[in-house]
């Protein structure tokens, strides 16, 4: 978000949005009051209040600062304080104590209330707490957000292991994105609850006792921060209040209703309408290809396309044909093997403030050939995971090949539901390769089987296993991480497709690899023995053996291993039906090592990031495995041996 009100206008506008929305709040109620009307939850110890002009009320206000000054939403769409940026977040300089954080205090619990307007959903979104999560220690209390819904996270002493133990309530309900919504969290001593817009969402009586906190966590509205994080709320808070006793439903269900008003306001951003991910490639075919992309706010989208030796732009609209932030565009009218030039434009449709139209550079990409005759290329990469720096040199050095597509053999991110890991990591270390050949991925176990994976991929149903036919080969994707027993749905669908199949060449592609020579992923080499590889993967050999597959890619592994061609568990000419299984798991994560000794199956290995490049022509194929810094280390040939 970007904030377009400041100054003068800004304090008349933050005057006004107090006056209309804000119900008044003092240290008591003066006589009885009804159980959830405003005056009930008044009568609570208010330590901190940020009120409609971006001020701070309570007594511990004075501990608080923040780098930028406020800037405020308009009244129509329900004012409330905006964020955007760490300088935005009001942060104490000192530590603070919640009474309930002393056991000798007698005082059990807190609670906290007020309006949120989530503008850009991340993994870990703060409104307010004070929070250390580094690895196992995690001491404090967190009211945030993820992705899609609220979260309270909190630490007792009922879950205390020595270094504190985060419990995360979650929302069954997912927020709307720009609109306003009431959230609030208590803790009485004996259970945490959490409520989003008057509702009781969450709760768990499995936590009891004193706030289990760290004296270097400090307080902190409008971010999640600890000593090593800090993620900036994007969008707009008001009227939150924190209380230093717990809040009852009747009060949470009165602090609701009386600014309801907000709770059906326009949907409002000063966020810029842009790219969060440029279009992409993904899917290729004989006649279209894929195209996605994604805007950081909803929008209306097409994708123009033009053959090299045309003038016009051909117009295709989006999937859907409705507002969206993830684009998808399934072209299927196209001339096989034939370059195309294409650009995507968009229109932004939520409101706040006028927007720019988009327009993506022109890229270009080549149809697959619709001949059995042709000759192609491919690269062959895994496991980006989160090093973007390794990914985008390993990348680049496969774009310089300028293969016609490109397989991923799983792990593109290090968290699967964390949008940050593709939008900030993933997508730009790869280009300008996805922009010119089409991504042809499986699912490694760091994806999560997350919605993201499925809402950034436009892959054929069910998505998580397919095949890809391309010239005179034919790739079986699949995914390790679900059952690969004799009665999964799975390896039933493969048994068919490799018996349907009438591919010159035949390749599997699955993240976790049948056969591999590493040191620890499946047993420690140096104390035991090995299982030589991923037990569940290793139900598909019998298939990929009797329908004559002639290589095995698969990554998890984090370096490159080539095996002896495989048949019935021994080492078998290729000629006789051996299979040559590569894991070539270096595109990014952090590298592994092997076995001391050699395995009965190993022939090649390399310890560095890496990728492959295959080409294919008739009966011929020959591999090559290029280190990061463009080297080759490993040169491999095949000559069909039909069947």
């Known amino acids: ?126 409104v307010i707490g004070a929070v250390e999560d580094n690895g196992a220690f995690e001491k404090g209390w967190i009211l945030g957000y993820d ?17 504190g133990q985060l419990v995360y309530l979650k929302c069954t309900v997912p927020y709307r994105v720009g609109r306003w919504h009431h959230v609030a969290a208590t803790y009485d001593g004996q259970a945490a609850r959490l409520y989003m817009d008057g509702e009781l969402q969450a709760e768990s009586a499995d936590l009891n006792g004193a706030l289990v906190t760290a004296d270097s966590a400090r307080y902190a509205i409008g971010a999640y921060r600890d000593s090593d994080e800090f993620h900036p709320h994007d969008g707009r808070i008001a009227d939150l209040r924190l209380y230093g006793s717990p809040l009852d439903a009747s009060e949470i269900q009165g602090a609701a209703a009386e600014g309801s008003g907000r709770a059906g306001a326009e949907p409002w951003t000063d966020a810029i309408f842009e790219w969060s991910i440029l279009p992409y490639l993904t899917w290729p075919q004989p006649n279209g290809v894929s195209v996605m992309a994604e805007t950081r706010l909803p929008g209306l989208a097409r994708l123009m396309i033009r053959e090299v030796s045309d003038t016009e732009w051909e117009t295709y609209e989006a999937a859907g044909e409705r507002a969206a932030t993830i684009h998808e565009f399934v072209v299927r009218d196209l001339k096989p093997d034939t370059k195309y030039f ?28 619709g001949s059995r005759d042709a000759a192609f290329t491919f690269s062959v990469l895994s496991d980006t995971q989160t090093n973007g720096d390794v990914a985008k040199r390993v990348a680049d050095l496969a774009f310089e090949h300028r293969p016609n597509f490109v397989v991923h053999c799983g792990d593109l991110v290090d968290t699967g539901s964390t949008r940050s890991d593709w939008t900030e990591t993933f997508f730009p270390s790869m280009r300008p390769l996805i922009e010119h050949a089409p991504l042809v991925p499986v699912l490694g176990n760091h994806e999560q ?70 040191s620890n992923d499946y047993g420690e080499t140096s104390e035991t023995t090995s299982t030589r590889g991923d037990v569940n993967v290793q139900n598909i050999l019998g298939a990929l053996e009797r329908y004559g597959v002639d290589l095995c890619f698969s990554g998890h592994v984090h370096d ?56 294919i022509h008739g009966d011929q194929l020959e591999l090559q495995a290029m280190d990061e810094d463009g080297r080759l280390f490993d040169v491999f040939r095949l000559e069909q041996r039909g069947r």
Do not use: C
């Open 1 to 126: 978000m970007r904030s377009t009100t400041s100054g003068v206008a800004a304090l008349l506008v933050a005057s006004f949005a107090l006056a209309s929305w804000t119900a008044p709040r003092g240290a008591s109620a003066a006589g009885a009051a009804p159980p959830g009307s405003p005056a009930a939850s008044a009568s609570k110890e208010l330590l901190l209040e940020l009120d409609g002009t971006g001020g701070l009320l309570g007594e511990w206000s004075a501990a608080f600062r923040r780098e930028s000054s406020p800037a405020f939403a308009p009244l129509d769409v329900g004012a409330g304080t905006i964020f955007n940026d760490p300088e935005d977040a009001f942060v104490a300089q000192e530590e603070l104590r919640l009474p309930s954080s002393d056991p000798s205090s007698g005082r059990t619990g807190f609670g906290v209330e007020g309006w949120v307007s989530v503008e850009t959903p991340r993994r870990w979104g703060g």
């Open 147 to 163: 992705d899609s819904v609220f979260t309270f996270g909190i630490s007792t002493e009922s879950n205390d292991d020595g270094d």
């Open 449 to 518: 089987d997350a919605k993201l994976y499925y809402d950034l991929m436009s892959l054929p149903e069910p998505e998580r296993w397919y095949s890809l036919a391309y010239g005179n080969a034919e790739f079986f994707m699949l995914d390790g991480n679900r059952s690969l027993d004799d009665q999964s749905e799975q390896l039933k669908w493969l048994k068919g497709v490799l018996q349907d199949s009438e591919a010159t060449w035949r390749f599997a592609v699955i993240h976790q690899p049948p056969y591999t020579s590493d």
């Open 342 to 369: 294409y650009s995507v434009e968009a229109d932004a449709a939520a409101g706040g403030r006028e927007q720019p139209s988009l327009a993506s550079e022109v890229r270009s990409f080549r149809t697959a050939p």
């Open 560 to 615: 490159y291993e080539r095996t002896f061609p495989i048949k019935g568990g021994k080492v078998v000419p290729y000629a006789e039906g051996g299979i040559v299984y590569v894991t070539a798991a270096g595109a990014g994560g952090s590298l592994e090592d092997f076995d001391a000794t050699n395995t009965w199956f190993g022939h090649k290995k390399m310890r560095r990031h890496h990728f492959v490049h295959v080409a």
